[in-house]
């Protein structure tokens, strides 16, 4: 059993910026990816790393404004989130793969889940 608790949301202006860590109970040898799901809408891709590191995959929103990162040492996942906008508010999770397919983006294929973290993005 594999469980992960992120932190690093809050409030924050546009344009600011934020850092979001994932931190896992075991090393997992899998892709560890990042999801946010705001109010009445489903849960959406934002980015994954596969376990080295070495090969990441973003969402078009994502793309240019957020990095991916891993320390395996220390069984964390960072999102750094820059330029936020209003509509990046949500509640971002963390989660890891069963079999590591870092280009399959469904949340179903993501076996363990953080408790989430919220963050507010104001205009």
């Known amino acids: 059993q594999v469980q992960l608790v992120e932190s690093g949301g809050g409030l924050v202006q546009s344009g600011g910026s934020l850092r979001l860590s994932c931190t896992a109970s075991?090393?997992?040898?899998?892709?560890t990816g990042w999801f946010r799901q705001a109010p009445e809408k489903e849960r959406e891709f934002v980015a994954a790393?596969?376990?080295?590191?070495?090969?990441?995959l973003y969402s078009d929103s994502a793309k240019g404004r957020f990095t991916i990162s891993r320390d395996n040492a220390k069984n964390t996942v960072y999102l750094q989130m820059n330029a936020l906008k209003p509509e990046d508010t949500a509640v971002y999770y963390c989660?890891?793969?069963?079999?590591?397919?870092?280009?399959?983006?469904?949340?179903?294929?993501?076996?363990?889940w953080g408790q989430g973290t919220q963050v507010t993005v104001s205009s």
């Open positions: 989660g890891t793969q069963g079999y590591g397919n870092l280009r399959d983006t469904r949340p179903d294929v993501y076996t363990y």
């Open positions: 075991v090393r997992t040898f899998s892709v």
């Open positions: 790393i596969n376990w080295s590191g070495g090969d990441t």
